[in-house]
Protein backbone atom coordinates (compact mmCIF):
# COMPACT_ATOMS: atom_id res chain seq x y z
CA UNK A 1 0.00 0.00 0.00
CA UNK A 2 1.63 3.08 -1.06
CA UNK A 3 2.03 5.92 1.81
CA UNK A 4 1.43 9.45 1.75
CA UNK A 5 3.45 11.38 -1.00
CA UNK A 6 4.07 15.05 -1.20
CA UNK A 7 5.00 16.83 -4.09
CA UNK A 8 7.77 18.54 -4.13
CA UNK A 9 10.50 17.57 -2.27
CA UNK A 10 11.81 21.05 -2.44
CA UNK A 11 10.88 24.65 -3.45
CA UNK A 12 13.17 27.52 -3.26
CA UNK A 13 10.95 30.99 -3.67
CA UNK A 14 11.23 34.49 -3.08
CA UNK A 15 9.69 36.66 -0.95
CA UNK A 16 6.77 37.80 -1.86
CA UNK A 17 5.39 34.78 -4.23
CA UNK A 18 3.14 32.21 -4.18
CA UNK A 19 3.85 28.57 -3.11
CA UNK A 20 1.98 25.61 -4.06
CA UNK A 21 2.12 22.40 -2.15
CA UNK A 22 0.36 18.95 -2.76
CA UNK A 23 -0.50 15.91 -0.85
CA UNK A 24 -1.93 12.30 -1.85
CA UNK A 25 -3.19 10.62 1.02
CA UNK A 26 -3.20 7.09 1.54
CA UNK A 27 -5.89 5.09 -0.12
CA UNK A 28 -8.94 5.06 2.30
CA UNK A 29 -8.01 8.23 4.27
CA UNK A 30 -10.25 10.96 3.56
CA UNK A 31 -8.97 13.58 6.71
CA UNK A 32 -5.64 15.80 5.48
CA UNK A 33 -3.74 17.93 7.73
CA UNK A 34 -1.38 20.14 7.56
CA UNK A 35 1.71 21.04 9.12
CA UNK A 36 4.63 23.67 9.75
CA UNK A 37 8.02 22.60 11.09
CA UNK A 38 10.64 24.99 11.60
CA UNK A 39 14.14 24.52 12.01
CA UNK A 40 14.34 23.04 15.40
CA UNK A 41 11.04 23.92 16.29
CA UNK A 42 8.23 21.80 17.11
CA UNK A 43 4.99 20.42 14.69
CA UNK A 44 2.87 23.31 13.92
CA UNK A 45 -0.89 22.69 13.03
CA UNK A 46 -2.12 24.52 10.15
CA UNK A 47 -5.20 23.05 8.42
CA UNK A 48 -7.76 20.01 8.72
CA UNK A 49 -9.48 18.77 5.63
CA UNK A 50 -12.13 16.16 6.12
CA UNK A 51 -14.54 15.12 3.28
CA UNK A 52 -13.57 18.07 0.68
CA UNK A 53 -14.37 20.52 3.88
CA UNK A 54 -11.60 22.77 6.00
CA UNK A 55 -12.83 21.42 9.55
CA UNK A 56 -10.32 23.01 11.66
CA UNK A 57 -7.68 25.53 11.31
CA UNK A 58 -4.21 26.90 13.61
CA UNK A 59 -3.11 30.45 14.23
CA UNK A 60 -1.82 31.60 10.91
CA UNK A 61 -2.63 34.23 8.67
CA UNK A 62 -5.18 33.84 5.82
CA UNK A 63 -2.26 33.52 3.50
CA UNK A 64 -2.35 29.86 4.21
CA UNK A 65 -5.17 28.59 2.78
CA UNK A 66 -5.60 25.20 0.99
CA UNK A 67 -8.52 22.57 -0.43
CA UNK A 68 -9.21 19.30 -0.43
CA UNK A 69 -9.93 17.65 -4.03
CA UNK A 70 -12.95 15.01 -4.60
CA UNK A 71 -9.96 11.88 -4.91
CA UNK A 72 -8.96 13.60 -0.66
CA UNK A 73 -5.84 14.85 -2.46
CA UNK A 74 -4.96 18.36 -0.69
CA UNK A 75 -3.28 21.27 -1.99
CA UNK A 76 -1.69 23.99 0.90
CA UNK A 77 -1.27 27.17 -0.57
CA UNK A 78 0.79 30.15 0.69
CA UNK A 79 0.63 33.87 -0.79
CA UNK A 80 2.94 36.51 -0.03
CA UNK A 81 5.80 33.99 1.22
CA UNK A 82 8.11 35.84 3.89
CA UNK A 83 11.49 34.82 4.93
CA UNK A 84 9.96 33.04 8.39
CA UNK A 85 7.58 30.47 6.01
CA UNK A 86 10.94 28.82 5.52
CA UNK A 87 10.57 25.44 6.87
CA UNK A 88 9.25 22.15 6.15
CA UNK A 89 5.66 21.53 5.44
CA UNK A 90 4.08 17.88 6.85
CA UNK A 91 1.17 16.37 5.15
CA UNK A 92 -0.89 13.58 7.20
CA UNK A 93 -3.79 11.64 6.47
CA UNK A 94 -6.32 9.77 8.28
CA UNK A 95 -9.31 7.80 8.59
CA UNK A 96 -10.68 10.57 10.65
CA UNK A 97 -9.59 12.92 13.52
CA UNK A 98 -6.37 12.98 14.46
CA UNK A 99 -7.40 12.84 17.63
CA UNK A 100 -9.24 9.43 17.13
CA UNK A 101 -7.37 8.01 14.21
CA UNK A 102 -3.25 7.27 13.94
CA UNK A 103 -2.15 10.25 11.39
CA UNK A 104 0.27 8.98 8.74
CA UNK A 105 3.03 11.10 7.65
CA UNK A 106 4.48 12.28 4.05
CA UNK A 107 8.28 13.00 3.32
CA UNK A 108 7.68 16.73 3.44
CA UNK A 109 8.28 19.63 1.07
CA UNK A 110 11.28 21.85 2.42
CA UNK A 111 10.03 25.45 1.30
CA UNK A 112 13.23 28.09 1.51
CA UNK A 113 12.36 31.58 1.16
CA UNK A 114 15.10 34.13 0.04
CA UNK B 1 -3.87 25.26 29.31
CA UNK B 2 -3.36 22.28 27.73
CA UNK B 3 0.60 21.75 27.60
CA UNK B 4 2.85 18.93 27.00
CA UNK B 5 6.72 19.44 27.65
CA UNK B 6 8.88 17.12 26.94
CA UNK B 7 12.93 16.07 28.28
CA UNK B 8 15.59 15.96 27.96
CA UNK B 9 15.70 18.24 25.28
CA UNK B 10 18.62 16.31 23.95
CA UNK B 11 20.35 13.14 24.80
CA UNK B 12 23.49 11.50 23.50
CA UNK B 13 24.35 7.51 24.29
CA UNK B 14 26.46 5.14 23.20
CA UNK B 15 25.15 2.37 21.14
CA UNK B 16 24.13 -0.47 22.55
CA UNK B 17 22.88 1.38 25.98
CA UNK B 18 19.15 1.83 27.14
CA UNK B 19 17.77 5.40 27.60
CA UNK B 20 14.78 6.90 28.93
CA UNK B 21 12.35 9.43 27.47
CA UNK B 22 9.93 11.98 29.97
CA UNK B 23 6.91 13.36 28.36
CA UNK B 24 4.84 15.35 30.91
CA UNK B 25 1.15 16.81 30.20
CA UNK B 26 -1.82 18.93 31.42
CA UNK B 27 -4.26 18.16 28.50
CA UNK B 28 -7.34 17.66 30.54
CA UNK B 29 -9.67 15.61 29.63
CA UNK B 30 -7.52 13.46 28.57
CA UNK B 31 -8.30 11.19 25.51
CA UNK B 32 -4.90 9.25 24.46
CA UNK B 33 -1.04 9.79 24.37
CA UNK B 34 1.27 8.83 21.08
CA UNK B 35 4.91 8.86 20.76
CA UNK B 36 6.08 9.15 17.59
CA UNK B 37 9.67 8.80 15.70
CA UNK B 38 11.51 11.46 13.05
CA UNK B 39 13.80 11.07 11.17
CA UNK B 40 16.03 14.45 10.43
CA UNK B 41 13.95 15.87 7.27
CA UNK B 42 11.27 13.06 7.67
CA UNK B 43 7.71 12.79 8.47
CA UNK B 44 6.82 11.42 11.96
CA UNK B 45 6.05 7.74 12.35
CA UNK B 46 4.06 6.51 15.25
CA UNK B 47 5.49 4.36 17.80
CA UNK B 48 2.84 3.78 19.88
CA UNK B 49 -0.54 4.87 21.41
CA UNK B 50 -2.25 4.11 24.52
CA UNK B 51 -5.97 5.33 26.10
CA UNK B 52 -6.18 6.04 29.74
CA UNK B 53 -6.92 2.56 30.65
CA UNK B 54 -3.38 1.46 29.23
CA UNK B 55 -0.03 1.65 31.37
CA UNK B 56 2.48 -0.23 29.63
CA UNK B 57 3.04 -0.60 25.27
CA UNK B 58 5.31 -2.10 23.99
CA UNK B 59 6.42 -1.97 20.00
CA UNK B 60 9.64 -4.17 19.26
CA UNK B 61 12.88 -2.24 21.52
CA UNK B 62 10.33 0.60 22.37
CA UNK B 63 8.09 0.61 25.33
CA UNK B 64 6.11 3.48 26.27
CA UNK B 65 4.38 3.84 29.74
CA UNK B 66 1.74 5.88 31.16
CA UNK B 67 0.57 7.37 34.68
CA UNK B 68 -2.56 8.59 33.73
CA UNK B 69 -3.25 9.79 37.76
CA UNK B 70 0.77 11.67 37.30
CA UNK B 71 0.19 12.74 34.04
CA UNK B 72 3.28 11.44 33.00
CA UNK B 73 4.99 9.48 30.11
CA UNK B 74 7.88 7.66 29.59
CA UNK B 75 9.27 5.90 26.27
CA UNK B 76 12.45 2.94 27.28
CA UNK B 77 14.20 2.32 24.08
CA UNK B 78 16.45 -0.77 24.84
CA UNK B 79 19.95 -2.05 23.42
CA UNK B 80 20.06 1.19 21.37
CA UNK B 81 20.81 1.23 17.32
CA UNK B 82 22.09 3.70 15.24
CA UNK B 83 19.15 4.05 13.85
CA UNK B 84 17.57 5.19 16.77
CA UNK B 85 19.33 8.25 16.20
CA UNK B 86 16.07 11.06 15.71
CA UNK B 87 13.74 13.36 17.18
CA UNK B 88 11.07 11.37 19.96
CA UNK B 89 7.75 13.62 20.00
CA UNK B 90 5.06 12.75 22.29
CA UNK B 91 1.64 13.64 21.66
CA UNK B 92 -1.64 13.87 23.52
CA UNK B 93 -5.04 13.94 22.82
CA UNK B 94 -7.41 15.95 24.63
CA UNK B 95 -10.15 18.64 25.31
CA UNK B 96 -13.91 18.32 25.38
CA UNK B 97 -16.18 17.65 22.45
CA UNK B 98 -15.65 19.79 19.16
CA UNK B 99 -12.59 21.25 21.07
CA UNK B 100 -10.38 17.85 21.59
CA UNK B 101 -7.17 18.32 19.49
CA UNK B 102 -3.94 16.94 19.47
CA UNK B 103 -1.05 18.65 21.57
CA UNK B 104 2.48 18.04 19.99
CA UNK B 105 5.69 18.31 22.39
CA UNK B 106 8.33 19.96 21.37
CA UNK B 107 9.97 16.36 21.21
CA UNK B 108 13.37 15.01 22.62
CA UNK B 109 16.41 14.99 20.19
CA UNK B 110 18.85 11.63 20.39
CA UNK B 111 21.76 10.93 19.41
CA UNK B 112 23.11 7.18 19.58
CA UNK B 113 27.00 7.12 18.79
CA UNK B 114 29.02 4.36 18.17
Given at each position: ?21 R ?40 R ?27 C ?15 P ?7 | ?114
Amino acid sequence: EAGVTQSPTHLIKTRGQQATLRCSPISGHTSVYWYQQALGLGLQFLLWYDEGEERNRGNFPPRFSGRQFPNYSSELNVNALELEDSALYLCASSYGRADTYTQYFGPGTRLTVL
Amino acid sequence: KNQVEQSPQSLIILEGKNCTLQCNYTVSPFSNLRWYKQDTGRGPVSLTIMTFSENTKSNGRYTATLDADTKQSSLHITASQLSDSASYICVVSGGAGNNRKLIWGLGTSLAVNP
